[in-house]
């Protein structure tokens, strides 16, 4: 409904990025899913339903898009001294994932399967 070019010039990340300027991925739950990988995956690959590439000099690198689901999501809420990273002495909230978001093919990183979870220092089961 946005037409082409009004789509290609929304959430211009790539341009974010280039210019070292530090970018959370999130998601307005409830009304888009808060999927951490497929966050990922959207600013990675800037893929729309049909299958076009939309603005592919927006996309973000892969470790850019990492960085954008824990430690600058931290920086952002100002909490990178208590979580976003695995440094002795933060929370221990962290997801361990069946292949490396930084090197599976670039299309396939929403569907990374979730090996499990800790939180704060309790492995949870996986859902």
């Known amino acids: 409904g946005l037409g ?4 290609d010039a929304m959430v211009r990340l790539g341009d974010v990025e280039r210019a070292g300027v530090s ?3 999130h998601s ?5 899913p808060g999927q951490p990988l497929f ?3 959207c600013a990675v690959n800037r893929t729309t339903a049909s299958g076009r590439v939309a603005a592919p000099e927006q996309r ?3 470790l850019g898009a990492l960085k954008g689901v824990t430690l600058d999501a931290a920086h952002s809420l100002r909490l990178e001294n208590e979580i976003g990273s695995i440094v002795t002495g933060k929370r221990a909230n962290l997801t361990i994932l069946g292949d490396n978001p930084l090197t599976v093919d ?7 399967a979730v090996w499990g979870t800790v939180q704060e220092g309790r492995v949870l089961p996986v859902k």
């Open 28 to 32: 307005d739950m409830p009304m888009a």
């Open 60 to 62: 973000v690198s892969r």
């Open 39 to 41: 966050l990922m995956h």
């Open 23 to 25: 970018f959370s991925l």
């Open 106 to 112: 670039a299309s396939g990183i929403k569907d990374i």
């Open 4 to 7: 082409r070019e009004r789509a």
